[in-house]
């Protein structure tokens, strides 16, 4: 995809917390450091991200940062019950004060929500100019129309993308639009992976150049992902599907890769008595290790006003020597399940009477 009608291909990536990033590219496939993108506006592109005021809390779902006072302290802890007077978050330029009395909130600081961006740039409404189809953690998809030129993209407000009348909210949320040419009439469609791990297609009823979407159509299944002992030992189709619909083995016909989310229980012959004894044994030593570990970093964080600096330097020491223990005893015990990201390649049949299996 040239996004800027360079002749040089971009890359474009979704985020968590959500906001959209742009490699430029450049001459021999390189590409330059990523750009957040923007509206026209000037405003960064981040939907259903940004400032939101949660009651008590102002939650910013986006790349901010708590602004420091002049020796380079946050000007208000975040989640302090306590906390007096007012904070300052700064976000896509803004400086956003927080009321006194109301806590502060960033994403991935706490339980705030981000949007998990997913995006593919794609000339939507056959206009010659390359829009964004974006995809949210809610399993919404929106359209970001360019309303540039194809040389010089400038993107107007987003709006939600609807199928069958009604908008677009896949299972399990985690939206990830994909559009193509799917059933080969000369318009586009729009497929979108789900949280849940299953593919949907939505075909254009519309025309090439005022797409309008049916009803979606489960394409495929959902996966699954579990965390635990009982994971599986094969690979297996996993959760929050990313599609992408190209002609992957050259035979004229649109294939279907998946990315996924996944878990798999790593492949070793079953531990012994003696193995499992020590495994066991590893195991409830961690847990004493781990609990000693909450306990001294409560120690420190609760404690460290009044103390000289050699009182802090020692919960220091202990503090490394209890992770370096942790460190070590987490050797002995093998995980239950490691996290993997598969691709699969959905092959597709060369009678294409029926899009759902
Ligand atoms: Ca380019
Ligand atoms: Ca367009
Ligand atoms: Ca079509």
């Known amino acids: 995809m040239d996004l800027d009608g360079d002749g040089h291909l971009d890359l474009i990536s979704g ?20 750009v957040k993108l923007k509206y026209k506006t000037g405003k960064t592109i981040n939907i259903g991200g940004g400032k939101r005021d949660g009651g008590y809390m102002i939650l910013i779902a986006g790349d901010a940062k708590f602004e420091k006072d002049a020796k380079g302290k946050s000007i208000v802890l975040k989640f302090e019950k ?27 600081t706490a339980s705030a929500v981000g949007t ?36 010089a993209f400038a993107f107007g407000k987003e709006r939600t993308l609807e199928a069958g009348g009604k908008p677009i909210r896949v299972p399990g949320g985690d939206a990830g639009p ?16 789900a949280g849940d791990g299953s593919v949907w297609f939505y075909r254009n009823i519309g025309t090439a150049k005022e797409p309008k979407l049916a009803a979606g159509v489960q394409i495929v299944k959902p996966g699954q992902a579990t ?5 599986p030992k094969e690979p297996r189709r996993g959760v929050r599907a990313k599609v992408c619909a190209v002609d992957f083995k050259g035979d004229g016909r649109l294939d279907l890769l998946v990315g996924d989310f996944a878990t798999q229980r790593p492949d070793r012959p079953e531990p012994t008595a003696e193995e499992k004894a020590k495994i066991d044994k590893a195991k409830t030593e961690l847990d004493e290790v781990m609990q000693q570990y909450r306990k ?62």
Do not use: C
């Not at 959209?20 to 496939?29: L, Q, S």
């Open 15 to 34: 985020s968590w917390p959500g906001e959209i990033f742009f490699f430029k590219g450049g001459p021999g496939r390189t590409f330059a450091a990523p």
């Open 82 to 108: 306590d906390a007096k007077g007012k904070s300052i978050v700064r976000y896509d330029g803004e400086d956003i004060v927080i009321p006194e009395g109301k806590q502060a909130g960033i994403t991935g």
């Open 116 to 151: 998990a961006s997913a995006v593919h740039a794609v000339d939507w409404d056959g206009d010659g100019k390359i829009d964004l189809l974006i995809g949210d953690i809610n399993g919404s998809v929106y359209l970001v129309p360019n309303e540039g030129t194809a040389k």
């Open 178 to 193: 994909f559009a193509a040419d799917w059933d080969g009439d000369g318009k586009i469609d729009l497929l979108v992976g």
């Open 227 to 231: 965390y635990g002992a009982d994971a």
């Open 296 to 357: 001294a970093v409560n120690k420190r964080s609760s404690k460290n006003v009044g103390k000289d600096k050699a009182e802090q330097e020692k919960d220091q020491k202990e503090i490394l020597a209890i992770r370096k223990r942790m460190q070590e005893l987490r050797k002995l015990v093998p995980p239950d399940y490691e996290e993997h990201g598969w691709v699969w390649h959905f092959e597709r049949k060369p009678l294409e009477k029926s899009v759902s299996k």
